[in-house]
């Protein structure tokens, strides 16, 4: 199948890459002309045959907005557009309305897979008709992981989007909880050998995960996170899964006392948030703050040194 793909970073570029890998055609546009296949997103257009279709990879709020309206101007009746990033589902249904009075159809996905997507897979949860679905359809198998699980049509517009919102705010309470186990055995001194006992909790116990692997991974790196600063950033997912819970007046006390959490790292250097931001850089490639002050790039995919998580 053919694709457009506009932003071609960590995610969008190995996307990209899988989905070549897989046999499809892709024309990719970003502001970077290193990566870059065209010059602009008229030429990608130009390239893209009639229905075109294209993906939208690029960070939520104003650029994503503003790439849709560029989109609008410029495709043509039966096209459509999938927005891949993190956008708020409030958003999703306002681009979907903006873009089906051009007779152009939308769709929002959110993706997990982190810096492993590439070679492992993609988590894909899809909003929008069955008739845009169907014609994605090649596109989502390819860049799911390989197996029975990995992609779930979730609903109208908006709720691909509404469920990779719930899904971080999921991960936000995980990391948490190991994060704070660690700093209160850190704390403690009677074990004297963390990174062993996160190591031995990988198999035959109820709380191992493919975090858990990651999180010993991290300490693999630095035993006592001393490189690290204990600040983590938090994504407007974690916020807009509070204020989802505050709209329809469900609990949430784990999820978010894990987003005041990170606030906390806004101030002195907390602990566990050497693990939160470990966690991040580990299964997202995020940069972090190094104990001098610096940042520090993102991590690159992995190589062989850790299991990938089960694929269906």
Not at 127 to 151: C, M, N, Y
Not at 173 to 192: H, I, N
Not at 202 to 221: F, H, K, N, P, Y
Not at 269 to 275: A, E, L, R, V, Y
Request: hydrophobic share 40%; glycine share 12%.
């Amino acid at each position: 199948m053919q694709l457009g793909i506009i932003g071609l970073g960590k995610m969008g570029g190995n996307m990209k890459k899988r989905l070549e890998l897989g046999g499809h055609q892709i024309v990719g546009f970003d502001r970077n002309p290193e990566v870059s296949d065209v010059g602009s997103i008229e030429e990608m257009l130009d390239v893209l045959q009639e229905p075109r279709a294209v993906w939208v990879m690029v960070p939520a709020g104003k650029i994503t907005s503003d790439t849709i309206d560029a989109l609008a101007d410029r495709l043509s009746p039966g096209d459509i557009v999938t927005d891949g990033g993190n956008s708020k589902w409030l958003d999703d249904i306002a681009h979907s309305k903006q873009l089906a009075e051009k007779g152009i159809g939308f769709l929002d996905c959110g993706v997990s897979g982190g810096v492993w997507g590439l070679t492992e897979g993609y988590a894909l949860m899809a909003g929008g008709s069955d008739e845009s679905i169907d014609r994605l359809q090649p596109i989502f198998d390819t860049l799911k992981p390989a197996g029975e699980f990995g992609f779930v049509h979730a609903g109208d517009v908006g709720a691909g989007h509404f469920a990779k919102m719930v899904h971080n705010g999921i991960e936000y309470a995980m990391m948490q909880a190991y994060a704070e186990g660690w700093e209160l055995l850190e704390a403690a001194g009677l074990v004297t050998n963390v990174r062993d006992t996160f190591k031995s909790w990988q198999q035959g116990t109820v709380i191992r995960s493919w975090l858990l692997d990651l999180l010993v991974r991290a300490l693999e790196t630095d035993e006592h996170l001393e490189q690290l600063r204990g600040y983590a950033e938090d994504s407007g997912e974690g916020r807009w899964t509070v204020e989802a819970a505050i709209d329809h007046a469900v609990p949430l006390p784990a999820i978010t006392a894990s987003l005041f959490a990170r606030f906390s790292s806004r101030q002195d250097d907390s602990p566990s948030m050497k693990m939160i931001a470990a966690l991040r850089n580990q299964f997202g490639g995020h940069a972090v703050t190094s104990a001098a002050g610096s940042v520090e790039k993102g991590a690159d995919a992995p190589g062989a040194d850790v299991a990938p998580p089960p694929v269906g």
